[in-house]
Structure formats: C-alpha cells, structure tokens
C-alpha cells in the first residue's frame, strides 16, 4: 500500500533553515507528481510546492517563492523541500502528498517551528 513518511521537522529560528524528506513506497514513484503542503494552526491546509515526475516542473505558493526548493531522487524514491530564510509564519505541520487512482495520500506530517 502507499505509505508516505516525512522527517526533518524541528525547532529553527527566524533566518534559519531546515531540509524536509519524504520517503515514499507502494508505487512507481518516478511516474508521479509529489506535493508538500502545510497546515498551521487555526487554518486549512495549503500546498506548498509541487514537483513533476521528471523534475522538470516544479511550483511554489508565493509565500515561500525564492525560500524554498522543492526536488526529489527518483532512485532513492525520496522527495525533498529545503527551506532557507524560515519566518514565523512557516511555523506548521508540513505533509507529503500523492495522488493515486483517484484518492489523496498523505503522511503523517512532520512539525516545523520557527521562533527565537
């Protein structure tokens, strides 16, 4: 079954920066699109960025355009968000996402803080 596990949340300050992995089995993950979403507390979830299957392609929310870099190791079947300049506002639970035959899957999440 699809399973999808974040890592590297934790405790940064403003200006700091903080590297995100997804790990992904279940299906051809070199054949998908992957997304990294968050959602802080008190608001609905949002997309982050998205990452075609080659690479190639990739988008971000403009809140974190020029901060953060979505990419992705299609042999290690890993999807990576680093995020540099962290604010406050980035301060949420950021989720791996996939779409597959129709239904959503997302992990567990993974918390990032940013404070001083």
């Known amino acids: 079954q699809v399973q999808l596990v974040e890592s590297g949340g934790g405790l940064a300050q403003p200006g700091g920066s903080l590297r995100l992995s997804c790990a992904a089995s279940?299906?051809?993950?070199?054949?998908?699109?992957m997304s990294w979403y968050r959602q802080a507390p008190g608001k609905e979830r949002e997309l982050v960025a998205r990452?075609?299957?080659?690479?190639?392609?990739?988008n971000y929310a403009d809140s974190v355009k020029g901060r953060f870099t979505i990419s992705r190791a299609n042999a290690r079947n890993t999807v990576y968000l680093q995020m540099n300049s962290l604010k406050s506002e980035d301060t949420a639970v950021y989720y791996c996402?996939?779409?597959?035959?129709?239904?959503?899957?997302w992990g567990q999440g993974t918390q990032v803080s940013v404070s001083s």
């Open positions: 279940g299906f051809t993950f070199g054949s998908v699109t």
């Open positions: 990452i075609t299957n080659t690479g190639r392609t990739t």
């Open positions: 996402n996939v779409v597959r035959g129709g239904i959503i899957y």
